[in-house]
């Protein structure tokens, strides 16, 4: 029994299957978002059966999540990523308690239970402060790709003191920052640290172990110290921390 | 008459409320009528709603409406009141803007003859109705009350272009234990010339520790209060009824206050049994937004106490025939959640149960206003009873308390605390409510920021909702297993 959950993000629409008797993501694939998304997450799934030889006859339901999960008309059922990262992550590392997911345009903490299920939630989408979209927008300030600022961060002797996380001030602050010949490594340190700091805000102090940390910008190395900095616990990085909603919607999708 | 009979309950758009609109025979709208003490004022007042789309109130066409005659003329009331107070200051009547206090001081004004009391601060909602167009945002940011400050702001604007509601002849403002942004937007206000009586609302103390002297009195939302507050309370509202009478030039007497206030509750009885039917009896009777305009009316009477009165109970009589008749407005079983703070986009409460959810107890920021009002003692006494029971007063902690009653009383699954973008009250009040009730009642909290058009977060507030929903559904699967 297959499973397939699609996980529309602002950035990125990822997909996944899910093969219910072995209990494991039989393929994932990922595309950027577009303006069309049912075109989009049409060539996907078609590249994803594709791969294994199957048909949508294959796939007993496909359930959609993300932002964009309203959009596709094909889809069974749509379920909202917060449930669907903790489905993903509780999957995966079935010890998690609290899940910290940063995504393209927003962050989530999500509390589960001790049957993964969520019970409680919070979620910063006024701002990009704090998002893969900032990081981003740093990067190119920095005249980087975003996938450099991991290892370059790892360089920093001395994080920078950034102060405001409104992209827009950050900007100036970052700008001044280079004048004065501040390295591109602190910069990126001191950035992972203020968005670690910013999130904490919205976190709370009582998070319960074991936390893990996803989304895509779980994939930048970093970040993950900076976030354990900021609360003083140890965190875990999610196992494919893109697919993690895509998991979640695709293994609800064969329990539903 | 020609009969009319309410079609099925159902909610619909304003293009059908326009075809529904012409079913209704002429003779049966023409007889509600404003300002019936007044044969040469009075008017009739239920339009079609899309009229007041026509002059500006864009947001209407995004709404769901109760299809019955009485919700439409429950909104054709609310939608009038400017209107309304510009025939009232025609027919002679003195008009009375009242600030900050909710629900208190507008028995005192109505139980003189010659006053009406009405709401400028209600031009919160001007924005969301008018979909930003009136401008008033603007004018308040060119003032330099900017988006950091509360909605209310739109006051300001609405007293310097002077578009809206009239003039009011003498502004009764509280201060005091009074949020920062409306104490600072009232002394704006008054900076601009407009008459104004200040008082002075004490902040409600019940630590006994605090007050080693004196007694302590019961108010009746049950909270403690310190006698020599209620004696404080009461010289300011008698210095208010100096006010009110030297501008109407009517003496109001006790005799005048205690009829002010027999029908202040008489208003406040209709909206208890509507809320005990609308939050209390599945299938769900009555939607969210014809009830917040229900709850609203109490603090105000929306200009018209006596026409208030009728056009609720025309909506309580509709909503006890759905309930014999065993007839919801909302399918299935929704998610039953208390709300707390009112709306700045009306939109909010149509996409609650869009999302499969109900109302099912308030604590919209007054909800001491729906508390009766003590008919067997002094009346300005019984009213300064009333304005320290304000909800607004108090520590959060009170709040709490009240929205754990509404939230065991009416069954709730979950609490949803809808934050007014920049109102200072709202700023951390709600994480502390939020706590407050998980620990004590271990019951579901969403906090979200509701603006004065939510159009351009739906997709995050969808999420959340949906998020709370897909909570509350797990904790039902396990309940019943």
């Known amino acids: 029994m297959i499973g397939c959950g699609i996980d529309i993000g602002s950035r990125t629409t990822k997909l996944v299957l899910y093969d219910a008797d072995k209990q494991e993501m039989i393929t994932s694939a990922i595309t950027d978002s577009r303006l069309d998304k049912e075109e989009s997450v049409v060539n996907l799934l078609d590249q994803a059966l594709k791969k294994l030889n199957y048909t949508k006859k294959n796939i007993i339901k496909v359930i959609t999540t993300g932002y964009g999960r309203e959009l596709i008309p094909f889809a069974d059922e749509n379920i909202t990523e917060i449930t669907c990262h903790a489905r993903g992550v509780y999957h995966l590392l079935p010890k998690t308690r609290t899940v910290i997911e940063i995504g393209g345009q927003d962050s989530k903490i999500i509390h589960l239970d001790a049957t993964g299920r969520v019970r409680d939630f919070a979620m910063n989408d006024r701002c990009a402060a704090g998002t893969g979209r900032f990081l981003e927008a740093v990067a190119r300030l920095l005249e980087i790709e975003i996938n450099e600022m991991g290892p370059l961060a790892m360089e920093s002797k001395k994080p920078a003191n950034i102060s405001s996380m409104c992209v827009v001030f950050a900007e100036s602050e970052i700008i001044g920052l280079l004048s004065r010949k501040v390295s591109r490594s602190d910069i990126i340190t001191g950035v992972n640290k203020a968005i670690a700091t910013r999130f904490m805000g919205l976190a709370g102090r009582n998070l319960t172990e074991p936390i893990t940390f996803t989304g895509g910008v779980a994939l930048l190395p970093g970040m993950a110290s900076a976030l354990e900095e900021a609360c003083g616990k140890g965190i875990n990085i999610a196992p494919y921390p893109q697919f993690t909603g895509a998991l979640g919607a695709a293994i609800l999708a064969v329990e539903k | ?481």
Request: proline content about 5%.
């Open chain 2, 1 to 481: 008459m020609t009969e009319y009979t309410d079609p099925q309950p159902a909610k619909i758009s304003l293009a059908e409320w326009n075809k529904l609109y012409g079913k209704i025979p002429k003779e049966m709208l023409n007889q509600y009528k404003y300002i019936r003490e007044i044969p040469g004022a009075s008017k009739s007042y239920v339009n079609k709603l899309s009229e007041y789309f026509h002059t500006g109130d864009k947001r209407l066409v995004s709404l769901k409406y109760d299809n019955s005659l009485a919700a439409l003329r429950l909104w054709n009331f609310l939608l009038t009141e400017e209107e309304r107070l510009a025939d009232w200051r025609k027919a002679g009547k003195k008009l009375f803007g009242v600030m900050k206090d909710l629900g208190t001081i507008p028995v005192m004004v109505y139980s003189s003859k010659k006053g009406v009391a009405f709401y400028p601060d209600g031009a919160w909602w001007t924005p969301c109705f008018k979909e930003l167009e009136d401008e008033l945002f603007q004018i308040a940011d060119s003032e330099g009350v900017g988006d950091d400050a509360c909605p209310v702001r739109a006051t300001l604007g609405a007293f310097i272009n002077q578009k809206h509601f009239p003039i009011p002849d003498l502004c009764i403002a509280g201060v005091g234990s009074c949020c920062n942004d409306f104490s600072a937007i009232m002394q704006l206000i008054a900076g601009l010339g407009h008459k104004f009586l200040w008082w002075e609302l004490p902040y409600r103390k019940d630590l006994k520790s605090w007050y080693r002297r004196g007694d302590f009195i019961k108010l009746p939302n049950g909270e403690l209060c310190p006698a020599s507050l209620v004696s404080f309370m009461e010289q300011q509202l008698a210095r208010i009824k100096r006010g009110i009478e030297a501008e109407t030039g009517e003496q109001i007497t006790d005799q005048m206050l205690n009829q002010g206030i027999k029908k202040a509750n008489r208003l406040r009885r209709i909206v208890h049994k509507l809320r005990e039917l609308a939050y209390g009896t599945i299938p769900i009777p009555a939607a969210a937004l014809e009830m917040l305009i229900c709850e609203m009316i109490v603090i105000h009477f929306c200009s018209d106490s006596e026409e208030a009165i009728r056009a609720l109970e025309h909506f309580l009589e509709t909503v006890e025939k759905r309930v014999s008749a065993k007839q919801g407005i909302l399918p299935g079983n929704p998610f039953r959640v208390t709300w707390v703070n009112p709306v700045a986009d009306l939109r909010m409460m149509n996409l609650l149960e869009e999302l499969g959810g109900c109302v099912a107890g308030t604590e919209y920021l007054f909800s001491h206003a729906l508390d009766l009002i003590p008919e067997d003692i002094e009346p300005i006494k019984a009213l300064a009873y009333m304005v320290l029971s304000d909800q607004m007063i108090g520590s959060a902690e009170y709040r709490a308390r009240r929205v754990i009653a509404e939230a065991r009383k009416y069954k709730a699954e979950g609490v949803v605390i809808s934050r007014i973008p920049g109102a200072s009250h709202c700023a951390s009040e709600g994480h502390i409510i939020a706590d407050i009730i998980k620990k004590e009642i271990d019951m579901p909290v969403l906090d979200i920021t509701v603006p004065s058009l939510i159009d351009a977060g739906m997709t995050g507030l969808k999420t959340r909702i949906q998020t709370f929903f897909e909570i509350l559904a797990h904790r039902r699967n396990t309940e019943t297993h």
